[in-house]
């Protein structure tokens, strides 16, 4: 920026005086500062337009436009204002995995989450100062945090080590923090829970991570749905599923088995000749207008008794009798197709 674009930027002559340049600066500082327009990127450019345009009107001698690499917008702005500069650092965000059962889960509602979390210390409000005191600018960075180291033929920015990057000195630290500005505590949140959310799902409470440093803003609480498995229930999208063991006598012959839903305990009639696998569906009984599946699975003993067995082995000699079934017999007859 040249120095007559610079004039033209603040509104004044190129040659008015340092306190009318910096009453320029002052005034278009405030009205597009970031800060007070966060959202507008127009008023962004306009801040930093501004803030080169003070410094090439102020610097010796004036016929050097190009301000050093260095000199950022906000640094202009806290000189000029008579503010030390220091960090503003975003707080971290956190994660909390928030376990629930199957039916929480489908009913949705509110959840109390206990968080430990880095929060703006109580008793200093934030400044890292005990009550009563104020913290200093670090005199070896002047408030910015960085130094400049010499490495050959370059300068080498590298955090403060008097300050350890903050740019303030604290003669009486926080008795509580310690300096930090920030202390941890046990935080209780309330979040509400979707109806029928899935497992994994992330929730994200915003502002409530850890505080951030330096005034930054505050890290979001990131919450994640773990759903505990249940003793009858999986879930299949919408879709309610529960598997109901049966005896061959039962699957064979028919009969009626008591069946869990989500709404309590209901028969279920099981018609004749029902094979291991085979599905019922309950409509409306799952998830947002979703079914509940049933699917029963023929149990076969272990062990049988006496009385059992025979009477097994004569229905097995009425089996043999009476040929076989038609998956039996489609089966063994491509098994012969494929020994040839």
């Given at each position: 920026m040249t120095p007559d674009e610079a004039a033209r930027v603040l509104g004044v002559a190129r040659d008015a005086p340092e306190d009318e340049i910096r009453s320029a600066y002052r005034r278009l500082a405030r009205e597009n500062h970031p800060d007070r327009n966060p959202d507008d990127p127009a008023a962004e450019a306009r801040f930093r337009s501004a803030a080169e345009a003070h410094q090439v009107l102020t610097q010796t001698p004036r016929e050097a436009p190009s301000p050093p690499p260095e000199a950022a917008p906000s640094e202009i702005f806290d000189k000029v204002f008579g503010r030390g500069r220091h960090r503003r650092v975003r707080g971290a965000d956190l994660r909390y995995t928030l376990r629930i059962s199957l039916p929480e889960a489908l009913r949705g509602g509110p959840q109390q989450v206990r968080v430990p979390a880095k929060v703006s210390c109580r008793r200093c409000g934030g400044t890292g100062a005990e009550p009563g005191t104020a913290p200093l600018l670090c005199p070896q960075c002047g408030g910015t945090g960085v130094v400049s180291r010499k490495r050959g033929f370059f300068d080498a920015k590298e955090t403060c080590p008097k300050c350890r990057g903050r740019g303030r000195l604290f003669p009486k630290p926080c008795q509580v923090c310690h300096g930090e500005g920030r202390e941890e505590v046990e935080r209780r949140i309330d979040v509400v829970v979707p109806a029928g959310v899935s497992d994994g799902t992330r929730l994200r409470v915003a502002g409530k991570g850890q505080a951030g440093e330096g005034e930054g803003e505050a890290g979001d609480l990131f919450v994640v749905i773990a759903i505990e498995p249940h003793p009858f229930f999986?879930?299949?999208?919408?879709?309610?599923?529960?598997?109901?063991?049966?005896?061959?006598?039962?699957?064979?012959?028919?009969?009626?088995?008591?069946?869990?839903?989500?709404?309590?305990?209901?028969?279920?009639?099981?018609?004749?000749?029902?094979?291991?696998?085979?599905?019922?569906?309950?409509?409306?009984?799952?998830?947002?207008?979703?079914?509940?599946?049933?699917?029963?699975?023929?149990?076969?003993?272990?062990?049988?008794?006496?009385?059992?067995?025979?009477?097994?082995?004569?229905?097995?000699?009425?089996?043999?009798?009476?040929?076989?079934?038609?998956?039996?017999?489609?089966?063994?007859?491509?098994?012969?197709?494929?020994?040839?």
């Open positions: 999986t879930r299949d999208g919408r879709d309610v599923v529960v598997e109901v063991p049966v005896s061959f006598a039962t699957a064979a012959l028919g009969g009626s088995v008591r069946i869990p839903t989500l709404e309590g305990v209901v028969r279920l009639k099981v018609p004749p000749g029902s094979a291991s696998g085979r599905t019922f569906r309950l409509d409306g009984r799952g998830v947002d207008g979703g079914d509940q599946r049933i699917v029963i699975r023929v149990e076969v003993p272990e062990a049988l008794s006496e009385a059992a067995e025979a009477a097994l082995r004569s229905y097995a000699e009425i089996e043999a009798e009476q040929g076989d079934l038609p998956r039996q017999a489609a089966f063994r007859a491509a098994l012969d197709a494929f020994e040839e």
